[in-house]
């Protein structure tokens, strides 16, 4: 059974960084035929994704958030980690770890949807 | 691409049929869309991709249709669990969007 569980600060500065961690089980990160990735969710913009990357190093981004954006694939410890600096308080929102498939080979299509969902982490962007 | 859910919201009894639509404002290519379910509290769940292919575990109560810039999503018979949150998600163009959302209540 595949489970994702995400875990990091509820509560971030603004200007500071954002980190949260997913541990996922019941699967192997070591695939093509899947990815890993982030969605987040808030009351003002829905449902918006982050940003996918490969076990193998890969990584593709939202253009708007690919400046501040960290999203690496740790196969030995079976993580998936995000990193988001510079937050402000548009940042805040439910943070989402996927699994992350494509009906194309190419993991750089950005043609993506998500089989699996974390139960989601809470992170508020505040002083 | 924009996605338009309508109606925004709809009551419904258990038993019910409820008809769910997402409106694209350019034809989505290869009909890659997916429809997610979503309880208070809780991630989504998907129900749908490909406009109309169920994963492993959903119910067959669950349909999804349509083409080009309309898609629908089809709950033959309401239970109890089905109520809340339905999102579709175009991923056919990059970056890939998600709808508002339909909510479905019980009446």
């Known amino acids: 059974q595949v489970h994702l569980q995400e875990s990091g600060p509820g509560l971030v500065t603004p200007s500071g960084t954002l980190s949260l961690t997913c541990v996922v089980s019941?699967?192997?990160?070591?695939?093509?035929?899947?990815?890993w990735g982030w969605v987040r969710q808030s009351p003002g913009n829905g449902l918006e994704w982050i940003g996918t990357?490969?076990?193998?190093?890969?990584?593709y981004y939202d253009p708007s958030l690919e400046r501040r954006l960290s999203i690496k694939v740790d196969t030995s410890r079976a993580q998936v980690s995000l990193r988001l600096g510079s937050v402000t308080a548009a940042d805040t929102a439910i943070y989402y770890c996927?699994?992350?498939?494509?009906?194309?080979?190419?993991?750089?299509?950005?043609?993506?949807?998500?089989?699996?969902w974390g139960q989601g982490a809470q992170v508020i962007v505040s002083s | 691409i924009v996605l338009t859910q309508s109606p925004g919201s709809l009551s419904l009894s258990p038993g019910q049929r409820a008809t769910l639509s997402c409106r694209a404002s350019?034809?989505?290519?290869?009909?890659?869309v997916a429809w997610y379910h979503q309880n208070p509290g809780q991630a989504p769940r998907l129900l749908i991709y490909?406009?109309?292919r169920r994963p492993t575990g959903v119910p067959d109560r669950f349909n999804g249709s349509g083409s080009g810039t309309d898609f629908t999503l089809t709950i033959s018979r309401l239970e109890p669990e089905d109520f809340g949150v339905f999102y579709c998600?175009?991923?056919?163009?990059?970056?890939?969007?998600f709808g508002g959302g339909t909510k479905v209540d019980m009446k």
């Open positions: 998600q175009q991923y056919g163009d990059s970056p890939l969007t």
């Open positions: 996927v699994r992350v498939l494509s009906p194309y080979s190419d993991f750089w299509s950005g043609y993506y949807f998500f089989d699996y």
């Open positions: 490909g406009a109309s």
């Open positions: 019941g699967v192997s990160l070591n695939s093509y035929d899947h990815y």
């Open positions: 990357a490969s076990f193998s190093g890969s990584s």
């Open positions: 350019e034809s989505v290519t290869g009909r890659y």
